[in-house]
């Protein structure tokens, strides 16, 4: 546990009477690439959303780096945390969604460094020449006075990865990052992607892009119905899944 | 299909070339026929105006620009504005509150809008000015406690207050309504992001909610601007001297009710015009970001010229 980004144990959850997660049980060391596939309603996206802790778990736990995520156990209790320090908690973990949900009344550039001078209280000419870097990094430096509409899809989430990268996170956390793109966009942004991986970022992707997958992943956990059914490397996971559901998936996909 | 075709048949085979260039208009005889009624409207108009001399227009040209108008004028202006920004602060405050997750405020913020909203304003209005017959004393200090500060109602509330209470706290119900509404039109995608990030509730509000509803909520404020400034004219019930109870009380000495009511409307209609322009002009930035245009400057607004084509950044 103490070398594990993520060490998520038994996490439940529900909506009302609807079980989400069933008991979910994984761990990512540092530096790993773990890419979720699973059918739709699966639980994968309220399963990243419970490892920053928009969604409040209802049993288990999830530490992130040796920290237990939105509560504190002492002397045998467990209590929820105040909202100031799962504020405090969420700025070591990114997030990239599957509609970017840039701000449209920020340029680029405001964008990037919001979060850090606003919350991290970077000197702001430091925040912005953070966010050049990396608005170079994602391919996009000409972009920066842009506002989000007048961008791509894929350049809008090749910024929103900038944004979330501009907090210096521990893990970021992508879920379906490309499938609101028009197929010949999604290339630029899996190909910044495997560029963060190949920088050792920790990295647990959601996504039905079975070739990233299969080229960038170090593991694949396969989800169904709430719960972890299959998790290996990718060879083993794709292409000789042991799995029924499992196997049920990937020939719908592939 | 039994449409019969009325085209001849060298006009369905013929592919004569045709230019459209020149081409006669149908003609709109209704449009004359309108447009001559109006004009001759118009002219009777004018010839009212001229020939009619219970205008008295030689007495609105000696009042228009009177000092004792301009007080009149001052008054309504700093009723408008306080009242106002009474509504708004009031109706954020109610907003929030009718959007929290306590259910008890949520309830008292929802009984404040039906209350205020059920109750016609002049009826508040005269009501506040009558307070000290309900509560004669006012103090305040610990609930049921010591008293820091307390004195009599007849001092405490004047006109003045009266008509700020009476139309601040009837805005504020309606401003809670415009403003809920605009935040809940921002897409809440954008508060979880803003949450992912590490931003506290306040900063996600100041920053990245309220800026977006703002194009929500600026264009019916607008509105409740120039409604509030009419509905400023009511406190002459409550005798303040605002720009109607000065012109009537200037008529009711010299009875040149006419010419002095008219005083009161080109005033009312110059400051109304001036507000309409600005609200447009607001509106137009906060629209920024929502279309690919770049925002227009103020003077391109107000002077009507056209705004380039192209967009800011070319994409
Ligand atoms: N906020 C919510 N309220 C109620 N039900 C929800 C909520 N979020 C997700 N669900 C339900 O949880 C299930 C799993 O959803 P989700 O995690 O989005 O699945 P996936 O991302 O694998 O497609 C779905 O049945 C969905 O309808
Ligand atoms: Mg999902």
């Not at chain 2, 309830?107 to 004669?136: E, K």
Request: hydrophobic share 45%; charged share 20%.
């Amino acid at each position: 546990m103490t070398t594990a980004m993520v060490h998520a144990a038994g996490v439940r959850k529900r909506f009302g009477h609807l079980e989400v997660l069933n008991g979910i049980d994984l761990d990512v060391a540092a530096g790993e690439v773990v890419v979720v596939l699973g059918p739709s309603g699966s639980g994968k996206s309220t399963f990243l959303r419970c490892i920053n802790h928009l969604e409040t778990i209802d049993g288990g736990s999830i530490h992130v780096d040796g920290e237990l995520i939105g509560f504190r156990a002492e002397g045998g209790r467990v209590r929820h945390l105040r909202k100031r320090e799962i504020t405090r908690q969420r700025r070591e973990i990114g997030m990239v969604f599957q509609q970017f949900n840039l701000f449209p009344h920020l340029t680029v550039l405001q964008n990037i460094v919001e979060a850090p001078t606003g919350v991290r209280r970077e000197p702001s000419a430091r925040a912005r020449e953070h966010a050049l870097e990396l608005l170079r990094r994602v391919g996009l430096e000409d972009k920066a006075g842009a506002y989000p509409r007048q961008l791509s899809g894929g350049q809008q989430q090749r910024v929103a990865i900038a944004r979330a990268l501009a907090m210096r996170p521990k893990l970021m956390l992508f879920d379906e990052p490309t499938s609101a793109l028009d197929p010949e966009l999604v290339g630029e942004v899996l190909a910044t992607m495997k560029s963060l991986a190949d920088d050792g970022l920790t990295m647990i992707v959601v996504t039905h892009e079975i070739g990233f997958a299969r080229e960038v992943a170090d593991r694949v956990v396969f989800m169904d119905d709430g719960l972890v059914v299959e998790s290996g490397p990718p060879s083993q996971v794709l292409e000789n899944p042991a799995n029924p559901r499992t196997k049920a998936f990937l020939s719908k996909v592939l | 299909m039994t449409v019969t075709d009325r085209r001849t048949e060298e006009e369905r085979e013929g592919r004569a070339e045709v230019d459209v260039a020149g081409a006669t208009r149908p003609r709109h005889p209704l449009r004359w026929v309108a447009s001559l009624v109006l004009l001759v409207l118009a002219a009777q108009l004018v010839h009212l105006l001229v020939t009619n001399d219970n205008f008295e227009w030689h007495v609105v040209g000696e009042y228009v620009n009177a000092s004792i108008i301009g007080h009149g004028i001052a008054i309504t202006l700093e009723l408008t504005v306080v009242a106002m920004a009474v509504g708004i602060v009031g109706g954020v405050l109610l907003a929030v509150g009718r959007l929290s997750e306590n259910r008890l405020l949520r309830g008292a913020c929802g009984l404040y809008v039906w209350f205020f909203r059920g109750i016609p304003v002049l009826v508040q209005l005269v009501f506040w000015y009558n307070l000290s017959a309900l509560l004669p004393r006012i103090s305040f200090g610990v609930p049921f406690g010591p008293e820091f500060v307390s004195g009599e109602t007849n001092h405490m509330i004047t006109p003045l207050l009266a008509a700020i209470l009476g139309l601040g706290l009837n805005e504020a119900a309606y401003m809670a309504e415009i403003i809920r509404g605009g935040l809940l039109a921002v897409d809440p995608g954008q508060t979880e992001a803003a949450h992912a990030l590490g931003m506290s509730d306040a900063r996600t509000f100041r920053r990245v909610v309220m800026p977006q509803a703002m194009r929500f909520i600026v264009p019916p404020t607008g509105s409740q601007v120039i409604n509030m400034l009419k509905a400023t004219s009511l406190v002459s019930v409550i005798a303040l001297a605002d720009l109607l109870y000065t012109v009537q009380s200037i008529y009711n000495r010299t009875f040149q009710t006419i010419p002095l009511l008219i005083v009161a409307c080109l005033w009312y209609l110059l400051i109304t015009s001036i507000l309409y322009v600005g609200q447009s002009f607001i509106e137009r930035r906060y629209a920024r970001g929502a279309t690919r245009q770049a925002p227009q400057g103020f003077w391109d607004f107000a002077l009507l010229r056209r705004r380039a084509k192209t967009p800011e950044v070319p994409s």
